[in-house]
């Protein structure tokens, strides 16, 4: 069964925007914070952006002012909102559910999506 499902990547010239979307379960989007990640070749996966269930934010502080974390209750789905980008954005971007800000931060789940690739190039 497939929860977490990403969307919305692509070719994006520097200083482009995309919105990236991640559709989840109701089961897994109504109980649990929901969080984007990133892994470029060679760098570990590292947390980009997370909304708590109530709608809190924390962003990573290479991504603060450019990108927005938002969910859409009666859709089941977050999305990462990305402006201002950058060749170093460049990476498979994921979504992922958990119940707790630490689960959160420390970015270790037991299972990952396939993931959305996002290439920033001129």
């Known amino acids: 069964q497939v929860q977490l499902v990403e969307s919305g990547g692509g070719l994006v010239q520097p200083g482009g925007s995309l919105r990236l979307s991640c559709a989840a379960s109701?089961?897994?989007?109504?109980?649990?914070?929901m969080g984007w990640y990133r892994q470029a070749p060679g760098n570990q996966r590292e947390l980009v952006a997370y909304?708590?269930?109530?709608?809190?934010?924390k962003y990573a502080d290479s991504v603060k002012g450019r990108f927005t974390i938002s969910r859409d209750n009666a859709k089941n789905t977050v999305y990462l909102q990305m402006n201002s980008l950058k060749p170093e954005d460049t990476a498979v971007y994921y979504c992922?559910?958990?119940?707790?800000?630490?689960?959160?931060?420390?970015?270790?789940?037991?299972?990952w999506g396939q993931g959305t690739q996002v290439t920033v190039s001129s």
């Open positions: 909304i708590t269930t109530i709608g809190g934010t």
């Open positions: 109701q089961s897994i989007f109504s109980r649990n914070h």
């Open positions: 992922n559910a958990g119940p707790t800000t630490a689960a959160m931060n420390g970015g270790r789940f037991g299972s």
